[in-house]
């Protein structure tokens, strides 16, 4: 007979979890506000983000009008769960109220957690992979805007818990991964504000670089964008069909990486056929990008991409790196908007003339100190791009494992 174990455990324990339903674990309570405990600054809020907050300091609501006789009570430590639908969380939220003593809106429901389960770990448990999502799908029956939940249907489902001692010892080890990893997020925030602080200090020229003589470089010059680079129109004979789209965030990607699927044309063969090191145009907005996105090709030695971008290759008068450090930054931008007709798009596409795209202007210093930027731009991006990857190393431990 197969145990009833996780994947990974601590080795000083043995037996098999046990399974029980909910409502061995739980205990739904409604219980009112009429004795006036709370005042209406005590109304709390379930976040998708934050899980439970004082709903007045995240929503900076006044409750003129609210009744806070009528909301129910919860203490911290209460099992939560809301009835709101969001993209991440379809079936609702169900949290550990980790806040404080509170008020909560009777569309939720309440409940107490027993002695046989620590809500740090019942929180952790139900945290991971989207398991709350999976559990609840089976309970509740979800409508165009809201889910409609029953506190007994959804207390009759089951789950697997260790003993306390268990849960103890991997609610600690997980709160301990989560502080980590809280540390790594403020560490990669801190890292991107200090990069996009000191671009705009580099592409002012408030900050500049010496040779390695100590001397000055020289001074930045115009050029227009035809003089140091050339439009490409070669088109997909070759039937290459990785097709490629631009995320803002990301860069030049393959569809079938970004969406998990190609929404191109069958026939690709009339798109524009892009090498390592060129670069493409999207006319579209996207968030951070309010004229559209510039990007270099840097994940694969070749791809395709759709007509509607303009996409062109750089001279040798330019440093690559430091070429995609300047779209990145926003300088561009003016240039784009001073061609862009005004009011004018095309299925969500600015309307811009390619000959004037490539007769914006661009302020350049010397290719030394574009090499000296790009290389000093670029470290400050492996070190986000390190802590991103130490995120998502520390984001795979799974409950499910223990």
Same mark, same amino acid.
């Given at each position: 007979?197969?145990? $009833? ?5 601590? &080795?000083?324990?043995?037996? /098999? ?12 309570? /409604?219980? $009112? ?10 109304? #709390? ?6 899980? @439970? %907050?004082?709903?007045?300091e ?7 009008? %609210? $009744? !806070? ?14 009835? /709101?639908?969001?993209s991440?969380? &379809?079936?609702g ?13 009777t569309?939720? +429901?309440?409940?107490?957690?027993q ?12 945290? !991971? ?11 509740? #029956? ?12 959804? #207390?009759?489902g ?14 600690? +080890?997980?709160?301990? %991964?989560?502080?980590? @990893? ?5 560490k ?35 050029a227009?964008? @035809? ?34 699927? /190609? ?11 892009? !090498?390592?090191?060129d +670069? ?13 996105a510039v ?5 694969? &030695?070749?791809? =395709?991409?759709?007509? #509607?971008?303009?996409c062109f290759?750089?001279?040798?008068? =330019?440093? *690559? ?28 596409? *600015?309307?811009?003339? =390619?000959?004037? +795209?490539? $007769?914006?202007?661009?302020?350049? &210093? ?6 000296k ?30």
């Amino acid at each position: 007979m197969e145990k $009833n174990v996780p994947i990974l455990r601590f &080795p000083d324990f043995k037996d /098999s979890y046990t399974k029980l339903r909910l409502s061995e674990i739980l205990i739904r309570h /409604s219980e $009112n506000n009429k004795d006036e405990e709370f005042k209406i600054d005590d109304i #709390l809020s379930l976040s998708s983000t934050y899980g @439970i %907050v004082n709903r007045k300091e995240l929503l900076e609501d006044t409750y003129e009008k %609210v $009744n !806070h006789l009528a909301y129910i009570k919860t203490r911290y430590n209460d099992f939560v769960y809301g009835k /709101s639908i969001s993209s991440n969380y &379809p079936f609702g939220l169900f949290k550990a109220n980790k806040c404080r003593d509170g008020l909560l809106s009777t569309l939720y +429901f309440t409940f107490k957690v027993q002695n046989n389960a620590l809500p740090d770990y019942l929180d952790r448990y139900f945290s !991971h992979l989207n398991r709350a999502n999976n559990f609840l799908r089976k309970y509740v #029956l979800v409508g165009d805007r809201y889910i409609t939940a029953d506190s007994d249907f959804l #207390l009759s489902g089951e789950i697997s818990i260790p003993s306390l001692p268990e849960q103890t010892k991997i609610a600690n +080890f997980l709160t301990a %991964v989560g502080d980590k @990893i809280s540390q790594l997020k403020k560490k990669k925030e801190l890292l991107e504000q200090y990069k996009k602080g000191v671009m705009q200090k580099i592409f002012s020229q408030e900050l500049r670089f010496k040779d390695e003589n100590g001397e000055d470089f020289a001074e930045w010059e115009e050029a227009t964008l @035809i003089e140091i680079a050339e439009r490409i129109t070669t088109k997909n004979k070759e039937n290459n069909q990785n097709v490629l789209t631009i995320s803002a965030q990301i860069g030049l990607i393959s569809q079938i990486e970004f969406f998990s699927k /190609s929404v191109s044309a069958k026939d690709v063969t009339g798109y524009y056929l892009l !090498h390592r090191n060129d +670069f493409a145009y999207n006319k579209s907005y996207s968030k951070g990008y309010p004229v559209g996105a510039v990007k270099r090709l840097n994940k694969y &030695p070749k791809g =395709v991409v759709s007509t #509607l971008y303009i996409c062109f290759r750089f001279n040798e008068l =330019v440093d *690559l790196g430091f070429m995609e450090h300047y779209f990145d930054s926003g300088l561009h931008n003016s240039e784009i908007e001073k061609i862009a007709q005004e009011g004018a798009r095309n299925h969500g596409l *600015l309307n811009i003339d =390619v000959k004037d +795209f490539f $007769n914006t202007r661009l302020l350049l &210093p010397s290719l030394p100190e574009q090499t000296k930027i790009a290389n000093f731009l670029s470290a400050i991006d492996d070190k986000i791009s390190h802590c991103g990857k130490q995120i998502e190393g520390m984001e795979r431990w799974d409950i499910a494992r223990f």
